[in-house]
């Protein structure tokens, strides 16, 4: 692959926004399922994997909101269930209310795992996956087959997987707690911690091929820092992916070829050695995309 030791410094600021991050992930999914059927090789694994996980998500908060709901009922005081009149009416209400909300943070708490969880065990089919994508991209030929090689990169994308995975539920772990037991500011620690997972996922899944190139956690650092609204952009796309039914079961290889095609124009931006230029022209990563042929 070209670049491999190139480092981030070699990409500067581009000119790509929020917005057209955020547009990725259609373009991922478009990449994926209608331009390039024969990666589906690659991405059958993962999407059974994300199916069962999903399913099971929806059917524990179904299953459980009430239950998470009475228990935080509980915490307030027990005249409140015996009270009548206009005052039991809003008292009950509130309790609805509070149920509702228990119900989202289930399900916000189970596509987080999933999206963790999920990505650790299908590691290696999204590294294979994004490399293919890269191939298609770049026009450059796929490297020679090589057993040692394979069982690398399979232990160097879990390796990275296990570690992303760590980092974030070290950060949005404790506040994802906290939202349950700081009265009154647990919506706002909800919203800031929406925030960073899309940070995350964005990060995350513009990442493959930057491990590719063994960059070193400064030099990912960097790009990311450099292309922060593009790449909060496309996380935040994959993110609320997440919470449209039968679309989400979709969205892992959509996320991995989206990232990859993102990383890549983002890179030949601050090369000059192709895309970089607005994706409305018909030029850079989508060109690639409808002209070149499957590995």
Do not use: C
């Not at 700081?182 to 995350?200: C, D, H, K, M, N």
């Amino acid at each position: 692959m070209r670049g491999v030791a190139r480092g981030a410094g070699a990409v500067v600021k581009s000119p790509i926004g929020f917005g057209r991050g955020l547009s990725y992930v259609l373009r991922g999914m478009r990449f994926v399922y209608v331009q390039h059927p024969k990666l589906a090789r690659y991405w059958v694994f993962p999407i059974l994997i994300t199916g069962l996980a999903v399913v099971a998500v929806f059917y524990g908060a179904g299953s459980y909101y009430d239950d998470l709901g009475g228990a935080l009922w509980s915490l307030f005081p027990e005249s409140w269930n015996e009270a009548t009149g206009w005052a039991g009416g809003l008292l009950r209400a509130l309790r609805w209310l509070i149920e509702l909300i228990a119900g989202i943070l289930i399900t916000l708490f189970g596509l987080v795992l999933v999206l963790v969880l999920s990505s650790v065990v299908a590691a290696p089919f999204n590294d294979a996956l994004s490399e293919a994508v890269e191939i298609i991209l770049t026009g450059e030929p796929a490297p020679t087959f090589s057993f040692s090689r394979m069982l690398a990169d399979i232990v160097r994308t879990i390796r990275l997987e296990l570690l992303k995975v760590l980092v974030y539920l070290a950060v949005v772990g404790p506040m994802f707690i906290a939202s349950f037991l700081i009265p009154g500011v647990g919506q706002v620690i909800s919203l800031v911690a929406f925030a960073l997972t899309a940070a995350y996922l964005g990060i995350d899944y513009v990442d493959w091929p930057a491990a590719r190139r063994n960059w070193s956690v400064r030099d990912r650092v960097a790009f990311a820092r450099r292309q922060l609204p593009a790449v909060a952009g496309f996380g935040t796309g994959v993110w609320v992916l997440l919470f449209i039914p039968l679309v989400n079961l979709f969205f892992m290889p959509a996320a991995v070829a989206g990232g990859t095609m993102l990383f890549v124009e983002l890179e030949d931006a601050g090369t000059g050695t192709g895309a970089g230029t607005d994706a409305g022209a018909g030029t850079g990563a989508d060109t690639g995309a409808d002209t070149a042929t499957d590995p």
